[in-house]
Nanobody
Framework: VQLVESGGGSVQSGGSLRLSCTAS?????MAWFRQAPGKGREGVAA???????TYSDSVKGRFTISRDNAKNTLYLQMNSLKPEDTGMYYC?????????????????WGQGTQVTVSS
């Protein structure tokens, strides 16, 4: 499974961005992770084919994960962005039956797209 992210960029605090991840094929579980400079990779949002989702506490209520299976595309709508949301955002995919925010549970990864939020 090949994953290609797009949609990153620079935005001011309070702004919005929508990330996209185009997959060579859709898997049952797909997710977004991020990694800030000098920190580990953390799960942001995950979702299953049938719609079940989970979010990290830091983005709950601000970010929305969605997928268009007909287009093999995963999205992350990010609103009310904060400087602490800055980082490289990665798309990940796995054959799993429940949404997960653990890096160890994903087999396929994209190259990432940079998001920078300025105050």
């Amino acid at each position: 499974v090949q994953l290609v992210e797009s949609g990153g960029g620079s935005v001011q605090s309070g702004g919005s961005l929508r990330l996209s991840c185009t997959a060579s094929r859709v898997t049952s579980s797909m997710a977004w992770f991020r990694q800030a400079p000098g920190k580990g990779r953390e799960g942001v949002a995950a979702g299953l084919t049938h719609g079940s989702t989970t979010y990290s506490d830091s983005v709950k209520g601000r970010f929305t994960i969605s997928r268009d299976n007909a287009k093999n595309t995963l999205y992350l709508q990010m609103n009310s962005l904060k400087p602490e949301d800055t980082g490289m955002y990665y798309c990940a995919a796995a054959w799993a039956l429940r949404p997960s925010l653990k890096t160890s549970e994903f087999d396929y990864w994209g190259q990432g797209t940079q998001v920078t939020v300025s105050s």
